[in-house]
């Protein structure tokens, strides 16, 4: 059985190929990677103290109301403090230019000036005002603010996802968004030999299999407006396009249960693809901060 440092390793040989195959896009894979390797650790290590069971309607859930939003997201007792000290040596490293709103982040978050809470406790409805007065105390833009959030959501988030997931396994979920926290996915994966479909969400790390002919965004299912573009000599790699909503998806075919394939990392790998997309009229499905 793999340890949680065999896991590491073949996280950081992911990454490592991945900024070697990629040198398009090796710029933002070293930034991530600090950020990424951090998370995985934590996620690993972090403990949700008070962990409620997960109750399901599944009625509601067949009609697409995802796990989380049959419960709740946080919890005040949730270790957001924690998490955001432990990713800060991450963000300092990959996010340098950053640096001085890191150290005052810290600074606010020891002396209680910013409690964490106050945003997580409006999620996923609201949280603008205290963004933008967290980045007013910072002397920065709220894009900075909340991108610090969603980085403290990830960890908390996979967690309580990997915590829960047995609550919704084994049952029908024909929506686009996660159907544990309702968020849209980055980028998709196609199963070599089955064919399969499986989206991938960026604020808890869920994955989930979806219809191979229908939109995730808009659930369009007409085949003639839909299509797939292609780069030039990477036939594994292309963009999902649906022509009803005008919106795309970064996917990755010819993907097999032993290849060593991470979908934080593919989506970066291929942020080129958002470049290119973006000049031709898309937008996607899921806004990050990288595209």
Not at 45 to 59: A, H, N, P, S, V
Not at 81 to 101: D, H, I, N
Not at 105 to 122: E, M
Not at 136 to 150: A, H, P, Q, S
């Amino acid at each position: 059985m793999a340890t949680r440092e065999d896991t590491l390793r073949k996280q950081e040989k992911i990454l490592l190929a991945a900024i070697k195959n990629n040198p398009h896009s090796s710029e933002i894979l070293n930034a991530y990677k600090p950020l990424i390797m951090t998370r995985a650790r934590l996620v690993d290590d972090l403990e949700l103290k008070g962990e409620e069971t997960f109750t399901l309607d599944k009625e509601l859930f067949k009609k697409g109301v995802p796990l989380f939003g049959q419960n709740a997201f946080f919890r005040e007792s949730d270790p957001f403090e924690t998490v955001a000290r432990a990713l800060l040596p991450a963000l300092r490293e990959g996010f340098s230019s950053q640096f001085s709103v890191w150290d005052k982040f810290a600074g606010l978050i020891d002396a209680q000036t910013i409690r964490l809470y106050d945003f997580f406790k409006t999620f996923p409805t609201d949280g603008e005002d205290v963004l933008s007065r967290w980045a007013e105390m910072l002397d920065t833009d709220i894009r900075v603010t909340g991108f610090l959030m969603r980085a403290i959501a990830r960890v908390v988030l996979e967690k309580r996802s990997r915590n829960h997931a047995d609550v919704i396994k084994g049952l029908d979920w024909e929506k686009g968004y996660c159907p544990m926290c309702g968020a849209f996915p980055d980028i998709t994966k196609h199963l070599e030999g089955s064919g399969q479909r499986w989206l991938h969400c960026p604020l808890c790390g869920h994955e989930w299999r979806f219809k191979r002919v229908v939109c995730p965004c808009c659930e369009n299912d007409e085949q003639k407006t839909m299509s797939y573009f292609h780069v030039e000599n990477r036939e594994n790699e292309s963009c999902f396009t649906c022509e009803k909503c005008k919106c795309y998806l970064i996917t990755v075919t010819k993907v097999s249960d032993v290849t060593e394939y991470d979908p934080d990392i593919a989506v970066l790998s291929l942020a080129h693809l958002d470049v290119i997309m973006e000049d031709k009229g898309y937008s996607p499905i899921a806004e990050c901060e990288w595209n």
